[in-house]
């Protein structure tokens, strides 16, 4: 999805780019729905007629956003329709088939059928391989091969494209082949047979880096610019310092989630953000040096625990905008610093925090459910302000340094990604 509102924002300003080696001559792009994404079912005709089908997560394993798609009508032709429907809303299963690539944030997901009175479930990638042959549509072919661990996008062929051929398809996806010096990150041409097989026929590195976008800041963070040489090592200092500061933000959120019973499907993300905060200030530290840049250890008062209306209203402002307009900069920087290793740095830190901002947004709905009416509309209030906040100091933009060797959004550009952002927001909230 930031993939998405990134190339919408930028769409008059760039070109198309090319493949390296990979040939796409004859591929065509997967189509974006309404929300910028694939869509996660529309287009399967399965061999046998089913009144309806549900992807639903796997329970305790998160969601990418795509439980609850859809087609068909439950209990079309069902003779008891209330037992039917029971029947689907109580379906579960404790396996299940990726949909996409799995890096740190893995998601499962399963199929659950209705015909008739029947309802089933379909939790393995062998069920829903047999299920969906013969592959005679190019979102049939699509879905095997993110049940196979591959990222499939829409609307760029390097993110996701797909043509006929053999009977079959094959299809165009990406995967990241190293996560640790190098992080790299491949473009796949696979093949997906009529019987669902998925194979891959050749592979080209799309990026190879070494293993940063302002994490989330703590409450109780005292102020403090960052000094340097030169402004941009003043800027990277500043931001290795926030780095610093999130690795606090996630250890106090992950000890308040726990206080407030909170599911260990979340404290475990909690705890592996924390982790990749304590990677990034090393890494933006030795950047800022780079620079000439001078970083000082952030200063966060302590504060006792929050209510859970606290934390979510933190959590609204800090996570769900804040990060997660962080990684949708990032992106940014990691295509455009004209400085290889801030883009190199960048291509990871991004990748970070969109799985942080996952996790806001995974925070966000638990903490919800929990909340009254009134405390709910404080929560919104809290969101809404801050996507203000971002509009203003994108509508300031950069110093021409910080665009040109950071890769920071220039104001018009910043001005159109944070307005693409605020529009994309309902649906990056699921």
């Known amino acids: 999805m930031l993939r998405r509102v990134l190339s919408l924002s930028l769409a008059p300003l760039i070109g198309a780019c090319g493949a390296g080696e990979i040939d796409v001559e004859g591929f065509e792009t997967f189509a974006c729905t309404a929300d910028g994404s694939t869509g996660a079912l529309e287009g399967l005709t399965p061999a046998e007629a089913w009144d309806y089908a549900e992807l639903r997560p796997t329970p305790g394993t998160g969601d990418l956003g795509l439980g609850g798609s859809a087609i068909g009508t439950p209990c079309a032709t069902a ?100 996560l640790c010096d190098p992080i790299e990150e491949s473009l796949f041409r696979l093949s997906v047979s009529a019987e669902g097989e998925v194979a891959v026929l050749e592979s080209e590195v799309l990026s190879s880096e070494s293993g940063a976008c302002v994490g989330r800041r703590p409450a109780g963070l005292a102020e403090a610019r960052g000094r340097g040489s030169s402004r941009l090592g003043a800027y990277f200092a500043e931001v290795a310092q926030l780095e610093a500061a999130s690795v606090h933000a996630f250890a106090v959120l992950r000890e308040e989630l726990a206080l407030h019973g909170a599911p260990q499907a979340l404290l475990d993300q909690a705890d592996a953000a924390r982790e990749d905060e304590v990677r990034h200030a090393r890494i933006m530290k030795r950047v800022a040096a780079r620079f000439g840049g001078v970083v000082r250890e952030p200063v966060v008062a302590p504060r006792a625990p929050r209510s859970l209306e606290e934390v979510a209203l933190e959590n609204a402002a800090e996570g769900c905008v804040r990060e997660t307009y962080g990684a949708l900069v990032g992106m940014h920087q990691a295509r455009f610093a004209r400085d290889q290793v801030v883009r190199r740095v960048m291509r990871r830190v991004a990748q970070d925090e969109a799985a942080h901002a996952s996790l806001a947004w995974a925070v966000d709905a638990w903490a919800r459910s929990r909340l009254s009416p009134e405390a709910l509309a404080r929560v919104e209030a809290a969101r809404q302000q801050a996507l203000a906040e971002v509009a203003d100091e994108a509508r300031a933009g950069y110093a021409e340094d910080l665009c040109a060797v950071a890769g920071m959004p220039a104001a018009a550009t910043g001005q159109r990604l944070a307005q693409t952002f605020a529009q994309a927001l309902p649906a990056l909230a699921g």
């Open 79 to 178: 003779t008891d329709v209330e037992a039917c429907q029971q029947a689907l809303a109580e379906a579960t299963s404790t396996n299940g088939f990726l949909v996409g690539e799995c890096v740190s944030f893995c998601p499962s997901y399963m199929l659950v059928l209705n015909r008739g009175d029947e309802v089933s479930v379909l939790d393995t990638p062998e069920a829903l391989t047999a299920w969906l042959a013969p592959v005679d549509t190019p979102t049939e072919a699509r879905l095997l091969a993110q049940a196979a661990g591959y990222s499939v996008g829409c609307g760029d062929v390097l993110e996701g494209g797909f043509k006929e051929a053999g009977g079959g398809y094959e299809v165009l996806a990406t995967r990241y082949t190293a």
